[in-house]
């Protein structure tokens, strides 16, 4: 197996991970798809939030209630340990986002940096 396919396994199981953790939230999920030092980025222009604890509690701040959401997506590119994941959500209150995800992942396949770039289908020209 090389290289960029070792990196795809293992962003397409960190996805797998990343989907269980949004739909349980449970503490435990999330701090299985980071690293201890980890570092998140809702947006990629805000501050981070950084290492698992901080993580899991701004996770539950802001968490989405499972049921409410569909994710459409996957790992559409990899270049050395990082992945890039482009998806849609659809919320049931009619919201649609498009996501592009930027993750590198660790030697034990959880994330060391998370970048979300969302942007909402409603404001489309």
Do not use: C
């Not at 992945?83 to 498009?98: C, L, M, N, P």
């Amino acid at each position: 197996m090389t290289e960029r396919d070792q990196t795809l396994a293992a962003a397409r199981a960190w996805l797998d991970g990343y989907l269980r953790a949004w739909e349980s939230n449970d503490p435990d999920d999330i701090r299985a798809v980071f690293t201890p030092e980890a570092v998140y980025r809702y947006e990629p222009w805000t501050t981070a939030v950084t290492g698992q604890d901080a993580i899991v509690a701004s996770w539950l701040d802001r968490r989405d209630e499972p049921g409410t959401y569909r994710f459409e997506g996957d790992v559409t590119a990899v270049d050395g340990r990082r992945a890039i994941v482009e998806g849609v959500t659809r919320y049931d209150s009619g919201t649609v986002y498009s996501n592009l995800w930027v993750i590198d992942l660790a030697e034990d396949r959880r994330a060391e940096a998370f970048t979300e770039w969302w942007m909402d289908q409603a404001h489309k020209s």
